[in-house]
């Protein structure tokens, strides 16, 4: 085996993420996509050239949209040689894809790939009933007009009914924010801690914004140049007024439309290459994904569905042989407030750590102030497979304005899956 | 001046009448300053490509797009088409994608002047796009346009400025034009939002119509203004020039004394980047019954006035180097009129102008370029006759006339340093009239 290379991290862009049905409630995955994508190939002058790879994807998708990410490429002023594979590993899309790619550049096969993701669910597909359905490809193969009435037998207007997409989980009929509250529960995180770090993360991302971190990793869409979720004024107070928005009648539910991230669209893009690609290009490497490590726990059988990344992490730390502590930042996807706080508590636990992660003993605390520090999902939004992507382009500035460092970056997704990965300047 | 019957076909029972009837229902054009965002640029073709994608995306433009999206332009890149065999590659391009134009859209070929090219079956196959565009000109929907940029090779860098004019609203009443863009140093790269910035530009006839629209639109993109116009026209002039921030210097550019009180004024401010001869007057008779005064008077103004001052100002290097000066000719001049002799005339020979002194002034890297307004909105064009005005009006492409603001950033676009290159132009801001195409 030939030695590994390190896997650079060239760029990213993203478009502003918009709140469910607002400003891109017009737009399609593709479109947006296209937007993000083409956004990184004119910031790194990209025309006409072609990339060994795109890994994108997209979680709320069409069946139209079943190449989604070779058709984008097409829309896009990258060689139309360019290939290009559709991926979907829920909120993990986009980080899995950089993965898969950084394994390929690493191993030598690739030189240089872009992992992307996009959402939209204000473009939600609705489904006629399965019964429905059934009758239209009858119709459709019917030959004569006998058979066409015949596909018809017996039809009733209740067919018609759409089947309205949703986010709950198949096997448990309870929604990610019903776990989640199972979750805040077993292990006792209060609404004051959720609703505190999240208005630390609209804070943060507020002075983000002010101080121009994010002017050269988005790219405005459709009249829309800041996420239009992010509240620079939100306050604990403020957000302790708001009611519980899954646990609505126990008292106990501490989970509200402010310390959970709402639905959002938009969708972010990342540029890897080897070194010696970027540097024939002349571009810059501001940071290497070193690994990462995805897992995955049986959350049907009572684990907490979002805590996947418990795993994700320790394992990826005995790889390395890294500790929790010796990171300078931790890019903790916020898909609640309490999902953070659950994750970092398991860390600090000595029994879920000997326990769940199979360790000597607890992986214990991090320093607050290096998490999320230019705010995360729960101000800027979370368009389910765009996250990866924004989370790693933002890592990867901060380690390159830092000059060198490391940084750890965790997401978790549907089906109790986690996705880790560790950055390295 | 309003159009009445653009009013009348955008209102809810003239749309029908107007279909029904099969009358024209003329767009309703997109001017700058519209709210809307552009749709994406789709660009493709030869060797030049990746460079125009850069260049568009550099001027903000969208790029990438998907099938289900309306574009804003099609950019076709013809300087790699070496026979007129290879012209169906242009075909190609525009047949596959003029169904996604959006409103209006544009339509833009890039060739290399014919001219220039080494091979009689080149020189044949970019001749052969002239005919290309001015037909899409006319084929061009719901107020789009068409127009070929003839870069001559090594001019790349002087592109972006025609290109950004020719995307833009501020195109919105020029096409079907072929325009020639030259290699030239270029000076650094200005702010684009005011790209005359720190430029001097003199502006005759600034009072009132076109010349006015022409002050504020230069002095809107960042140029020190010096208005002219006749004494009687005094307060109007110092309004303009107030308004803007420029000076205002009331003269009779006919006056013996007109040229050194410009060249005064020219020193007094550095020197002049830009001079814009817009001051033209009308005395319409037909030859057989025009007077001695009607002629001299209209060839004095239109003419005899910007080659004096022309004369006087680079006599006394008042034209900075690297200075572009700007005629306004008419269709007239290039068509003819009936009762238009002198004014024709004048105007063809406005023209000459700036074929005879593009070349000369090349060393000075001074461009000479006119801009010929077809049926522009003025109190001039509401002299006209009821009849005669609707058919001028409806005789282009775009079906309307245009208005004092197309002519105006047709100008600030020659105004423009970063337009240098683009030199012994006359550019037509007429909507594609039929007269002279």
Known sequence: MTELRRVAIVGSMRTPFCRSNTAYKALSNQEMLTTAIQALVNQHNLHGVKLDEVNAGAVVTHAADWNLARETVLGTTLSPNTPATTIQQACGTSLQGALMAAAKIASGEIDCAIAAGTDTTSDASIVFSKKFSRRLIAVNAAKTFGQRLKAFRGFSLKELAPVPPSNGEPRTGLSMGDHCELMAKEWQISREDQDALAAASHQKAAAAYEEGFFDDLMTPMAGVERDNNMRPDSTPEALAKLRPAYDRKSGKGTLTAGNSTPLTDGAAAVLLASEEWAAARGLPVLAYLRMGRTSALDFVAGEGLLMAPTVAVAELLQRTGLGLQDFDYYEIHEAFAAQVLCTLKAWEDDTFCREKLGLDGALGAIDRSKLNVKGSSLAVGHPFAATGARVVGVLAKLLNEKGSGRGLVSVCTAGGMGVAAIIEK | MKDGYMKFVHSGAGRVIAKTLGLPIPAKLRRKGAPSTLGPVLIGGGELTGLLQSQVAELGYQLGSTPKQKVHALVFDATSIKTPGELANLYRF???????????????????????????????????????????????????????????????????????????????????????????????????????????????????????????????????????????????????????????LPLDICADDAAALICEAARANGGLDCIVHNAGITRDKSLAAMSDVQWDLTMAVNLQAPLTINAALLEAGLINDGGRIVGVASISGIAGNKGQTNYAASKAGVIGMVERYSSVLSAQSISVNAVAPGFIETEMTAKIPFGIRQAGRRMSSLQQGGLPVDVAQTVAWLANPQSIGVTGNVVRVCGQNLLGA
Do not use: W
């Not at chain 2, 060739?111 to 006319?138: N, T, V, W």
């Not at chain 2, 870069?151 to 995307?167: D, H, V």
């Not at chain 2, 005759?204 to 022409?214: L, Y």
């Open chain 2, 94 to 248: 525009f047949r596959q994608n003029i169904r996604r134009m959006d409103r209006c859209g544009r339509a833009l070929v890039i060739s290399r002047p014919p001219e220039d090219c080494d091979s009689p079956e080149q020189h044949i196959a970019m001749r052969a796009l002239r005919g290309f565009i001015r037909s899409l000109g006319k084929e061009m929907r719901a107020g789009g346009t068409s127009q070929l940029i003839e870069l001559s090779a090594g001019a790349e860098q002087n592109l972006p400025s025609t290109l950004s004019f020719c995307l833009s609203p501020v195109s919105a009443y020029v096409s079907a034009q072929t325009i020639r863009v030259n290699a030239v140093e270029l000076a650094e790269t200005a702010d684009p939002k005011a790209p005359l910035a720190g430029q001097t530009v003199l502006v005759t006839g600034a009072a009132r119509g076109i010349g006015r629209a022409i002050a504020e639109t230069v002095a809107s993109y960042g140029a020190m203004v010096i208005g002219v116009d006749v004494p009687p026209m005094q307060g109007e002039l110092d309004k303009v020039c107030r308004d803007i921030g420029g000076r205002a």
